[in-house]
């Protein structure tokens, strides 16, 4: 197997047609791509996916939940599946890469499948989860974990989660129908864009995901005392903004200073009553804090408490802190990380290991079986965007570590 690896790979041509003729619907004046998902645009974009899932020997479904689901049939019966596979829904001005490559690499190795006749052991799935860029409803209900009030999903527009799905060939009332475990699913290997600078610095080709970051976001309130700025001696002050912005050079030293590979971010202020001449009287923030350790995001979170107090004290304020959001950490299974490696060095691709410090599909699938993850570089790390790029080179090398790595786990799980 190692001395044919190198044999078999993936058109890289038909891939760069794959991903630009995709591009095409939603396209932006810009250059952009807007493709919001279950909108009219999400909808013809599913239609094309089917099409190609179809060309490339597989079978399609859909599941309650709008997921798309394209099986490339294996030879073993009552094997659970190989899969990948990504989202094609984007941000309201969002480029070609994000999430579309997993997607399109996936049918780009069921088609090498079907012209080399390879045939797995295992099936072989690519599934295109529904909304992941606002809700992440698709992979959550794969793993169990999507909430089961409808007004959670609403829509800004006002349009039920009902009607969505209906729109794409699903149905609420059958969302527990969606739920898979490890008896289907053996593995999950998501490719992906970095969407970030690490791989490009480092000078290397492939990024192996030692995992995907748990996630803390709360909101501050801190409030003063409102007075006129003029007349108001600076040892008579109750200024929130002050007491915030200690916050914020707080955690930013905590972020730095903390042994682990944190983020830790303010990215939202707000000030009351935000007047020239009127000591702040409230400030409003945020904080993300980012890490694939949950004991260490626990220990930023108590040191940012003790920080509050103590800013709170000095400065005569009040704080209050909302947790507004939780996610664990879903670490990559070491074997898969072991096999991405041993085939990028098969393959003489340059590797380094990291974090995903932003949230994926893998996420919640890891949650039930087996996930792995292959980056490949964004250029000036730039996702989210118009701008965003990924040479075609770039898109081959992680499809080929993508399929190799599938050929090489079939024989091992």
Known sequence: MIATLPKLAINCDRLDRSLAELATIGKLPNGGVCR???SEEDIQARQLIKTWMLEAGMSVRSDAVG???GTY???ESGTAALATGSHIDTVPVGGRFDGCLGVLAGIEVAKVFQES???LRHPFEVIVFSDEENSVIG???IAGNAPTDPERYRRKDGTSIQDCLKNVGGDWDQLHTAKRDQHQIAAFIELHVEQGGVLEALDKQIGVVTGIVGQYRFMVTIIGRPNHAGTTPMNMRKDALVAASQLVLAINRLGVETK???V?????????PNATNVVPARVDMSIDLRDLS???LQYLIAQIEKECEAIAESTGTEFTIEQILHVLPTPAKPELMEAIAKVCEELKLSYDYLPSRAGHDAQEIGRFTDMGMIFVPSLNGISHSQDEYTSPEQCAQGANVLLHTLLAIDKTL
């Open 67 to 69: 997921n798309i689901i």
């Open 139 to 141: 992979c959550k209900a």
């Open 73 to 75: 049939a294996g030879t």
């Open 36 to 38: 919001l998902a279950f």
């Open 260 to 262: 682990g590979e944190q």
């Open 294 to 296: 949950e004991e260490n």
């Open 264 to 272: 830790a971010t303010v990215g939202h202020m707000t000030v009351s």
């Open 117 to 119: 006749q390879i045939r």
